[in-house]
Nanobody, 125 residues
């Protein structure tokens, strides 16, 4: 299984970016997909996740109302649409997928079996 995250870049505060996570060797229809981020010197933290049924989405409080997580099962691709970006959103963003998670564990990074390589998002003020 391979996950490939892309779409990061350097933007100004208030701008938008859309990250993609392309999967191979994994059927997204049966996978919970999440995005985590890690800023320099900080722990990797949960950002957003969409449960395998596609009907349940969860967000960190810091991004709620600004970010939208989704997945396209036909394309085996996950997305993180980020609007009204802030300098504190600066981090490397990782997509993750798992097929065995229960809903209550969606924020737990240890529950994900597969990880992408990360894509850097830098938001200037």
């Amino acid at each position: 299984v391979q996950l490939q995250a892309s779409g990061g870049g350097l933007v100004q505060a208030g701008d938008s970016l859309k990250l993609s996570c392309d999967a191979s060797g994994l059927t997204f229809r049966s996978a919970t997909v999440a995005w985590f981020r890690q800023a320099p010197g900080k722990e990797r933290e949960f950002v957003a996740g969409i449960f395998r049924n596609g009907g349940n989405t969860y967000y960190a409080d810091s991004v709620k109302g600004r970010f939208t997580v989704s997945k396209n099962n036909a394309k085996n691709t996950g997305y993180l649409e980020m609007n009204r970006l802030k300098p504190e959103d600066t981090a490397t963003y990782y997509c993750a997928a798992g097929t065995r998670l229960i809903l209550s564990a969606i924020r737990n990074r240890a529950q994900y079996d597969y990880w992408g390589q990360g894509t850097l998002v830098t938001v200037s003020s």
